[in-house]
């Protein structure tokens, strides 16, 4: 691991590791290697969503039950949050590029045998292989622009871009699977991303340049698998008191296993020589803070687009290409929130804006959960749509400028594996805890007004864990003013993320 006393690092062009002064060859124009890392971004955080509108028909031709369903989303989910730490730390020890390229392979290779499954097992299969390709991608994604971008303005604006684009691709989710679905079927939901995976593919090998930090030593597999393990297992166990209630059997022995998984996972991070989380980041208050802000947003707002979609097509009537252009809105309201946030970071500070963003959204959920089995457009998807995910991008550039300050050059990796974690996990947790909300509000009906009230009791629920979040972000979050994002005359140099490490180099850590 470097020290804070080392001038400089091999993501230093200066550094004799540094790929550019060791290999004679021009480095790659930055905005060329940002677009790349945003193509990484855009396809991992696509396929989390781009599913949801072609569930129906993944019911249909599979014959998928409905937790069934849940699962397609979730195996993806569960498999990405849980291995993305081994992915971000593999990053830091065996280099980005590598490990983006292999992450991309798999991801692609797994989005083949998806497309081409003939069984409900063989789909959850390929979507958990999926995961893991995205969890290996994933965190090299913003250590590679970060590593690309110098600090202050211009890396604030990267950042903001990345997570314009990543949040994008979730929003676009819905209008592709709904172009893909009417016009092909739902296997190209998958499908689609075998020629684009193979050309991204191409171009990373091509002109990214490969970085690492610290020396090889031997990656935590045991602490990946439990943490995985139990994830998948609490998930699970939620996911049964649709069925079998709180107190059966069915449901307490996976929960009380996840509970037991999770706390072996601690114990095996605190005692191994090489932890894939260390736990001496979280006593660092920006990572600690914005990571548990990320879990709390993640798990209520994750679950828009797969109760939008299904209110959209099950109850309005809509077709799946119908569903996606009513959310087209919401895509461009996100992409909004995520560029506005720097100039309002530079004004106001990254935590007054990651505050105001949440609530915002908590707004949009709220309106969200007046829907009626009989609504409008306008007030009954777009506006509070709008509403939801103008708030999800004006939190997510500040969370995570605030998320990755205050770590060391050598722990990048790993504390960018954590930001997407820690938004992934709260969000397969959370899509479990509300499916089974809804579902037992609706109980065995399958009519429009059941199937009505059970979303809307979701979307009540996840306003007022957005409200909680809000406020524990009010509180705990470090308070820094974002000075280098968009400058405008008289403004002085500086981000929330320097100005957070600053605070993490000069003082104790924050508990």
């Not at 990053?91 to 290779?109: C, P």
């Not at 590679?144 to 903001?160: M, Q």
């Not at 260390?278 to 990571?291: E, T």
Request: with cysteine.
């Amino acid at each position: 691991m470097l020290r804070a006393t080392d001038t400089t690092g091999p993501d230093d062009p200066t550094h004799p590791t540094h790929p550019s002064s060791t290999s004679g060859r021009t480095p790659p124009a930055t905005w060329l290697v940002v677009a790349l890392a945003c193509a990484g971004q855009f396809l991992v955080v696509l396929d989390v969503s781009v599913v949801n509108v072609a569930l129906p028909s993944m019911r249909t031709d599979l014959g998928l039950s409905g937790p069934g369903l849940q699962w397609v989303v979730n195996a993806y989910a569960i498999a990405f949050a849980g291995f993305m730490l081994l992915g971000g730390r593999a990053g830091d020890l065996y280099g980005r590029k590598r490990m983006f390229l292999v992450g991309l392979a798999v991801f692609t290779l797994a989005s083949l045998g998806g497309g081409l499954a003939q069984e409900g097992w063989q789909l959850l299969a390929a979507r958990a292989a999926q995961g893991l390709g995205a969890a290996v991608l994933a965190p090299s994604t913003l250590t590679i622009l970060t590593a690309a971008v110098p600090e202050g303005a211009a890396r604030a604006r990267a950042i903001a871009t990345w997570t314009a684009v990543g949040a994008g691709g979730g929003a676009a989710g819905g209008l592709v699977g709904g172009l893909l679905v009417d016009g092909l079927s739902w296997r190209w939901v998958l499908l689609i991303n075998v020629p684009v995976g193979a050309v991204v593919l191409a171009a990373a090998l091509r002109w990214l340049p490969e970085s690492r930090a610290g020396e090889r030593r031997r990656l935590d597999l045991p602490g990946a698998v439990l943490v995985t393990a139990g994830l998948g297992a609490l998930a699970y166990g939620i996911s049964q008191t649709e069925v079998t209630g709180w107190t059966a059997t069915a449901t307490l022995l996976p929960l009380c296993a996840g509970l037991l998984l999770i706390g072996l996972f601690l114990l095996v991070e605190a005692r191994t020589a090489a932890p894939l989380m260390p736990l001496r980041l979280l006593a660092l208050r920006p990572v600690s803070s914005a990571n548990a802000a990320m879990f709390l947003s993640g798990s209520a707002m994750f679950c828009m687009w797969f109760f939008m979609t299904l209110y959209a097509q099950n109850v309005l009537g809509y077709t799946p290409l119908e569903a996606g252009l009513a959310l087209v809105p919401s895509s461009l309201a996100v992409v909004v929130g995520s560029k506005v946030a720097p100039r309002g970071m530079r004004r106001l500070g990254a935590r007054p804006v990651a505050v105001l963003g949440t609530l915002t959204a908590a707004a949009g959920f709220a309106w969200q959960s007046t829907m009626s089995a009989d609504g409008t457009y306008l007030t009954g998807i777009m506006l509070p749509g709008v509403l939801m995910m103008l708030g999800a991008g004006l939190a997510a550039t500040p969370l995570a400028a605030l998320a990755t300050s205050g770590a060391e050059p050598g722990d990048a990796g790993l504390v960018s594996g954590m930001v997407n974690t820690s938004r992934v996990m709260g969000g397969s947790l959370g899509l479990a805890v509300m499916s089974t909300i809804a579902a037992a509000r609706t109980g065995a009906s399958t009519g429009a007004v059941a199937l009505t009230e059970g979303y809307a009791l979701a979307f009540r629920v996840s306003a007022g864990v957005l409200v909680a979040g809000a406020g524990v972000m009010a509180v705990w979050l470090p308070r820094t003013r974002e000075t280098g994002a968009d400058p405008g005359p008289g403004s002085a140099p500086g981000t929330a993320a320097e100005a957070a490490s600053d605070t993490s180099r000069t003082s104790p850590p924050t508990r």
